[in-house]
């Protein structure tokens, strides 16, 4: 019995010795496989050269290294774990992780002696897609080449070629349509290439971050957009088509903001990006959005120097160009006006001749204006063709498709006539507005200060979460948009020494683009929230209310800025204490926004609501509210506002705030 | 990040004959890959009016060998001017027309005109005009206004 015991002993010690001269070659074929877990927790055990890449890499504290959590996209969890935000599984070797940056880094070390591809719509090895990965690792450990071979990876230098980078500029068209909500704009990168001149600059390639949309149904749209519903990806197309679609379409005047980056950073954010094209992340309208994803992709080239730490939990597109421009990462920037822009531009150096003369041929076609025409000299039948060609394709924008096809046909007459005239157009240029998106004033503003009415005095509090108001200082908004979320006031009434919320505003919109002969669009208001009861004795903060309007609005005199309005009003609010507990009125609104210095607003405007249901609730006010710009951050409000309410005594109501923006 | 208004077009429909993009023997992939795949008449098809135009969900990095193409073909000039022109019809026959503008100069840039012959170049385009754009294969257009030109021949690509 001994001697088995003996025997069987003799041999299970020789088992470990066995598998040893075994090992490397499981390893190898664990690596081959795609095993990386396993092929790190057995090379421990054996001389493989993936053994001492990670005992380097350990040494090195390369998991807890800002360029790694970088590449990773790790973010710091409550209880100090970790996640990536990259949601694809393509993106992590570990079967971990997506939580572990420890367990990834070996894996991926593991996963560069495997020749596996990843799939068959991407047959590429580890090393040829995570190039950045590779590029890294390598410069920190110094891979031995003949120990693990270098991949020859030719898609990636195609790639890298056909980017041709020399620099990355920060692209940010504005506003469009009759659209206060587009002001919050998009941000993408434009890759500039060698050489690139501000003609050719549209060749270089651009690249977006967006979700992928699969849905038509408006509802479902809104809910999987804020809850992370659609998948976001990368794309890498010509900018071409991008300023396509912004600049001619959509007509947004367009910001660039040129990065300040080494071109080593510039390389390695261009390797950077081939890898996220292939997989996904969950995309949030408000936290993970396109502008806040952009930065995530420029910081690997900062090695750690974070700027997705800096966003709030919401990210709006201007937010993360300041971010950039508070870190000195603008080199340069540079306006380009949208084809809309231009043609406005040119439009309101016509006399009225030329001006009904360019409707005219819009609105028949040339032939019958051949005459008219040339009773221009050369020069200036080309500029009146090439308004005219102009004025046809925006026009045509909004047509239906029937309609369209006879204005392309127009467009194209158009254009033979004036190529036949064989004289070079001069470049339109219309001037840069004198301040950029990036100088205005932040998007959050809070306000305090003091208010009296007749028998009262009150401290009040005021916080706004986004976005810009009508009276704020303009510089760097478009003047007549006005939009804002989540506008909290609350007051404290120093005679009765009570505290109220008084209103809180979900949202705001209002939009007063002027008419002119070239643009005839329609003035629209539009506001939600809650709100306390008039009656300050009493404290009942939950009466939701509803207003909304059409109108016109026209530019004042010559000058920017200036503005007088007119809107047909609407309303329904929630009441307390009285027959009906609510009301449903309807009047109207005249108002005067004017601007006698570049830093003071004035606002005047009348106010006259007619009950049409419910509870008796006639109003008659006149509203003079003032801004004071201080400094870009700072201002002085003034306000002054008579009421009377059904008829009874007048009363008004005045305060003095200042407003810090943040 | 805004819905888009999906236009169908703004404006390609310039060229109502509708270039048709001749496929050629060793036709780049990728990019456009799938507007040269057995495609005539481009222009309805540029008209669907997607966001990203002829590129559709497409991107530059995620083209491969899978539909048996050579990607290195898309750094190619010559393919890039045929996407480029197929992609800006309409606005690059408005620079043509103007005799200037950045769509005339890019595509100088892909047909590798030399900086001296770059305003004749422009003009003789501008002077043929209405061949090019009444054409069915608006590069071919361009291609035989520029061989007629002793200075310009050169740069038929």
Redesign the interface.
């Known amino acids: 019995m001994n001697r088995y015991i003996f025997f069987t002993l003799l041999l299970l010690t020789h088992f470990p010795l066995a598998s040893a001269i075994d090992n490397n070659n499981t390893i190898d074929n664990l690596l081959a496989s795609g095993e990386y877990d396993q092929a790190v927790k057995y090379s421990a055990q054996t001389d493989h050269y993936l053994a001492v890449l990670l005992q380097k890499s350990r040494e090195l504290n390369l998991a807890d290294d800002p360029t790694w959590q970088t590449l990773l996209h790790y973010k710091k969890g409550i209880f100090n774990g970790y996640e990536s935000q990259i949601d694809g599984s393509i993106y992590f070797h570990s079967k971990n992780g997506k939580y572990n940056p420890q367990a990834e880094l070996e894996a991926t070390l593991a996963s560069f002696f495997s020749l596996k591809e990843y799939s ?4 590429l090895s580890s090393q040829c897609l995570y190039v950045a990965r590779y590029y890294w690792l390598n410069k920190k450990i110094d891979f031995d080449k003949q120990k693990l071979p270098e991949h020859s990876c ?2 990636f230098k ?2 890298e ?2 980017l041709n980078a020399e620099s990355i500029s920060v692209i940010f068209p504005t506003a469009f ?1 009759n ?1 206060p ?2 002001m ?1 704009g ?1 941000t993408l990168l434009r890759i500039n290439k060698e050489g690139q ?7 270089a ?1 651009s690249i977006n971050y ?1 979700a ?2 699969d849905t038509d149904n408006n509802f479902l ?1 809104f809910v999987k957009g804020f809850t992370g519903g659609f998948r976001g ?6 900018y ?2 991008k300023l ?2 912004y600049s ?3 007509n947004r005047d367009i910001w660039e903001y040129k990065l300040n980056l080494s071109k080593e950073m510039v390389d390695f954010i261009i390797m950077h ?2 890898e996220l ?2 997989t996904y992340l969950d995309y949030y ?1 408000f936290s993970e ?2 502008s806040y994803h952009l930065l995530s992709l420029i910081e690997v080239g900062l090695h750690g120097n974070s700027f997705t730490q800096e966003a709030k939990s919401w990210v709006i ?1 201007l937010d993360t160009i300041k971010i950039l421009d508070n870190k000195a990462m603008i080199d340069s920037y540079r306006y380009e006006p949208s084809q809309r822009t231009k043609l406005q531009h040119l439009i309101k150096d016509l006399n009225s001749k030329e001006k009904k003369l360019v409707f005219n041929i819009f609105k028949n076609g040339l032939t019958q204006n051949y005459v008219e025409l040339d009773t221009f000299d050369i020069n200036k039948k ?1 500029l009146l063709l ?1 308004i005219a ?1 102009e004025y046809v ?1 925006y026009r ?2 909004e047509k239906a ?1 029937e309609v ?2 006879e204005l ?2 127009r ?2 007459e158009i ?2 006539a ?3 005239l ?6 339109v240029v219309v001037p840069q507005p004198k301040a950029s998106p990036h100088k205005g004033h932040d998007t959050m503003r809070l306000i305090a200060g003091f208010g009296t009415t007749a028998d009262n005095e009150y401290s009040t509090l005021q916080w706004r979460g986004a976005y810009h108001n009508l009276l704020d200082p303009s510089a760097g908004y478009i003047d007549y948009y006005h939009i804002e979320f989540f506008n909290l006031t609350a007051n404290y009434y120093h005679t009765q020494e009570t505290f109220r919320f008084e209103r809180l505003e979900a949202i705001s919109v209002m939009s007063l683009p002027p008419r002119t002969d070239f643009s005839k669009e329609f003035s629209w208001h539009f506001s939600t929230g809650i709100q306390n009861t008039d009656n300050i004795n009493k404290d009942y903060f939950a009466l939701p209310y509803l207003k909304g309007g059409t109108g016109l609005s026209y530019q004042l005199g010559n000058s920017h800025g200036n503005y007088l309005y007119m809107f047909a009003d609407g309303g329904i609010e929630s009441l307390v204490d009285l027959q009906e507990n609510y009301s449903i009125y309807g009047g109207y609104r005249i108002g005067m926004l004017t601007k006698p210095l570049s830093n003071w607003k004035v606002h005047l405007f009348k106010t006259s609501h007619r009950t049409l249901s419910g509870d008796k609730r006639d109003k008659e006010s006149l509203t003079i509210e003032q801004n004071i710009a201080i400094s870009r951050n700072l201002s002085l409000k003034l306000s002054w506002e008579e009421t009377i309410l059904n008829q009874t005594a007048p009363t008004q109501n005045a305060s003095i705030t200042l407003a810090y923006y943040h | 990040m805004i819905k888009k208004i999906v236009m169908a077009t703004a404006a390609i429909i310039i060229l109502a004959p509708g270039a048709s993009f001749a496929k050629g023997e060793g036709t780049g992939c990728g990019l456009g890959q799938q507007v040269f795949e057995g495609q005539k008449g481009l222009m309805p098809h540029i008209s669907a009016g997607t966001t990203n135009g002829l590129f559709g969900n497409q991107s530059f990095g995620l083209s491969f060998g899978t539909l048996g193409c050579d990607a290195s073909k898309v750094v190619d000039n010559k393919y890039q001017r045929d996407v480029f022109v197929a992609s800006n019809a309409d606005t690059l026959s408005r620079d043509i027309a103007r005799g200037e503008g950045a769509h005339v100069e890019a595509l100088a840039s892909l047909q590798g005109v030399e900086e001296a012959d770059k305003s004749i170049f422009i003009s003789a385009l501008q002077a043929g005009f209405a061949e090019i754009v009444s054409a069915e294969d608006m590069v071919a257009a361009i291609n035989s206004t520029l061989a007629k030109n002793a200075t310009l021949s050169k740069y038929v690509v």
Do not use: W
Not at chain 1, 197 to 203: N, V, Y
Not at chain 1, 233 to 238: A, G
Not at chain 1, 422 to 427: D, G, I, T
């Open positions: 068959k719509r991407i047959p030719s898609h195609t790639y070629k056909s349509g659209s909500a587009s919050f998009h001149t501000e003609q050719t600059k549209m060749l390639f967006a992928t949309v749209y990806h990368f794309s890498v197309i010509p071409y088509s396509r679609e001619e379409m959509e990006s081939y094209e292939k309208y959005n396109c597109p080309a090439d060609y394709r045509k924008i498709s369209r096809v392309s046909n467009e194209r254009l033979i004036r190529s036949k064989r004289v070079k157009s001069l470049p």
